[in-house]
């Protein structure tokens, strides 16, 4: 037996699960019969009060008193993409399907962990919504600008290049505009919630600039193929190479006080959950406080496609260049829709945490990472995966552990033979520290078809130094 049995049975992460494990191990190192380790663990999970005093058992069974099980049978059911995904985000994903207001779930092959909901993590839910689903920064979003620049320019036109970008938008915590940029999202009604309205004054500040963390702006070469998938992400655009402006960030600031306020709330309705449930606070959609939610996050939405129009907008006219085509998607948000669950059709809440929609015939773009290619794609609209995608490659260490275990002068080698020209980054975002997209594009072929390619070749990220904001 393993992680993923007790996950099985319903332990709950934290204490429960390490005494389950630390039974598990002890019992196999006393050489105790392991075929009937299994029906062993069921019956202390079954009747953990008759364990309570056994040497062996005793402390598995007090943490299963203290934290019950929710059998697998009253659980949500979800699906995995994607093989030797972290036991991790696996638990967090199985812990968020234990939730009364959960419905159906499931885990894209990028996942890994987060707070609550694993990153890479889709949720439907009854009538109700977990800030912590959505994730810190609301309405993170990727978008990409295709230029009727000619690709050999990327190389004869690089320092023209860089300037826009560091003149056009700002990166790092806290960044702003002290001239600032325009746009109708400041029009909007911003007193839906208490945090937009005090901090409306400092999101227009910060409209068209890029944070830090994972997110970027780059330029680079689109790959557009012949085929029917192509012509309908791309209609009436020729088969052939461009060159594309992609870019990827949030609602900054603004949307990580969202969060944090609505979550805070979510918890004190909620006292009762156990710890390791505690980030899975949920908000009825009809109550005061889910209602201001939900009006706050929607705003994010707009507020966070408002910065990248900006960007791309200032860009393009910064270069002199005609944007040809365009294509958009959130993956940090909620949506109101109706799925086919159990076998009969229902409204309901998706959280996409990291994950892309998918629906039949909808476009989006999956990026890779600094070195390594991005995808457009359209959606195919599988059931069992809520209409999702990854959002990403996926990381597969911390960012503690990228700054202990690699150095610039091997990145840069690696950049120099994938021709990416790095304007700067923290040590924290190298390509090594992603899964490959390939084995990760593979793993979801039933979710989407692939339409084009993007190579990056220009890239700028915040500074080394500047801590992650999401």
């Keep these: 037996m393993n992680q993923k049995d007790l996950i099985a049975l319903g332990i709950p992460p934290g204490e429960a699960m390490r005494r389950g494990l630390e039974f598990i191990t002890r019992s196999i190192l006393k050489g105790l019969d392991r075929t009937a380790l299994a029906a062993d663990v069921a019956a202390v999970v079954a009747h953990p009060e008759r364990y309570r005093d056994d040497p062996l058992r005793g402390a598995f069974a007090q943490a299963l008193q203290r934290n019950p099980p929710r059998p697998a049978a009253a659980a949500a ?61 609301i309405a993170c979003r990727m978008k990409l600008s295709v230029l009727d620049w000619p690709v050999r320019e990327l190389d004869r036109r690089r320092d023209r290049l860089i300037r826009a970008i560091e003149e056009e938008t700002r990166f790092g915590v806290g960044a702003h505009f002290t001239d600032r940029r325009e746009h109708g999202v400041m029009d909007a009604d911003w007193t839906v919630s208490p945090v937009t309205r005090e901090r409306r004054d400092r999101a227009w ?5 890029s944070g830090s963390g994972n997110h970027f702006v780059e330029f680079g070469v689109l790959s557009v193929g012949d085929s029917v998938v192509a012509a309908a992400a ?30 805070r709330r979510a918890m004190e309705r909620h006292p009762d959950l156990p710890k390791e449930h505690r980030h899975l606070a949920w908000l009825p959609l009809d109550s005061e406080d889910g209602a201001e939610y939900w009006a706050a996050m929607e705003l994010m939405g707009r507020y966070a496609a408002a910065n ?11 270069l002199g260049a005609e ?30 945490k990291g994950a892309t929609p998918a629906h039949t015939g909808v476009t989006g773009i999956i990026p890779g990472s600094m070195a390594s290619p991005g995808f457009v794609v359209v959606g ?12 990403g490659a996926g990381r597969v260490m911390s960012r503690k552990q990228a700054l202990q275990s690699f150095d610039w002068q091997k990145v840069h080698r ?36 692939v339409a084009a390619r993007f190579d990056p070749r220009l890239v700028k990220m915040a500074p080394a130094g500047e801590r992650a904001e999401d």
């Design 205 to 209: 500040a910060q409209l068209g600039t």
């Design 77 to 137: 059911p979800w699906r995995r993409w994607g093989e030797g995904l972290d036991p991790a985000a696996e638990n967090q994903m199985a812990r968020a399907c234990q939730i009364p207001v959960a419905v159906a779930g499931a885990l894209m092959p990028d996942a890994h962990v987060g707070y609550g909901l694993p990153i890479g993590g889709v949720l439907a839910t009854d009538n109700a919504v977990l800030p912590y689903a959505v994730g810190v920064d």
């Design 380 to 391: 195919r609209g599988a059931a069992d995966a809520l209409g999702s995608a990854s959002h």
């Design 308 to 318: 990248h129009a900006v960007i791309h907008r200032h860009v393009a006219a910064h």
């Design 323 to 352: 944007v040809l085509a365009g294509i958009e998607n959130h993956h940090n948000f909620a949506w109101k829709e109706r799925h086919r669950i159990g076998g009969a059709e229902r409204d309901v809440v998706v959280h996409r």
């Design 414 to 449: 690696l950049l120099r033979e994938r021709r990416v020209h790095l304007i700067s980054a923290g040590l924290d975002e190298v390509p090594m520290v992603y899964k490959d997209i390939h084995a990760v594009m593979a793993a979801q072929s039933d979710l989407v078809d």
């Design 234 to 263: 791309f209609p009436g655009l020729p088969p052939g190479e461009y060159v594309a402006l992609l870019s990827h960030s949030g609602s900054r600031g603004t949307g990580a006080a969202v969060c944090e306020e609505y979550s």
